[in-house]
């Protein structure tokens, strides 16, 4: 059974870095992609980065693109979300998921990690 738990959600002043957990179980990880997901309050889940687990080009968001780094170590089979220069408006509930066909589909999510940053 695949779990993905994230961790290293807080709250953290604007301007400030984050980085974001995701272990991984249940599987073997190396042909999965794994991506990370926001949701803030009152909007729809959005899409902020993903990479194939056993590396590659790293595909994000425009609102994250240069800010954010994701990244994988394949040794702990655990996946990173980089956040510097924070925003207000990065404020969400964090996921992260993997699937074996994604970005059509993605097959597994965690329970999410609230990030909050104050202006």
């Known amino acids: 059974q695949v779990q993905l738990v994230e961790s290293g959600g807080r709250l953290v002043q604007a301007g400030g870095s984050l980085t974001l957990s995701c272990a991984a179980s249940g599987d073997t990880f190396i042909h999965y992609v794994v991506g990370w997901f926001r949701q803030a309050p009152g909007k729809e889940r959005e899409f902020a980065a993903r990479?194939?687990?056993?590396?590659?080009?790293?595909v994000y968001a425009d609102s994250v693109k240069g800010r954010f780094t994701i990244s994988t170590d394949n040794a702990k089979n655990t996946a990173y979300l980089q956040m510097n220069s924070l925003k207000p408006e990065d404020t969400a509930v964090y996921y992260c998921?993997?699937?074996?066909?994604?970005?059509?589909?993605?097959?597994?999510w965690g329970q999410g990690t609230q990030v909050t940053v104050s202006s």
């Open positions: 998921t993997a699937g074996l066909w994604a970005p059509t589909r993605w097959d597994y």
């Open positions: 990479i194939t687990w056993s590396g590659g080009i790293p």
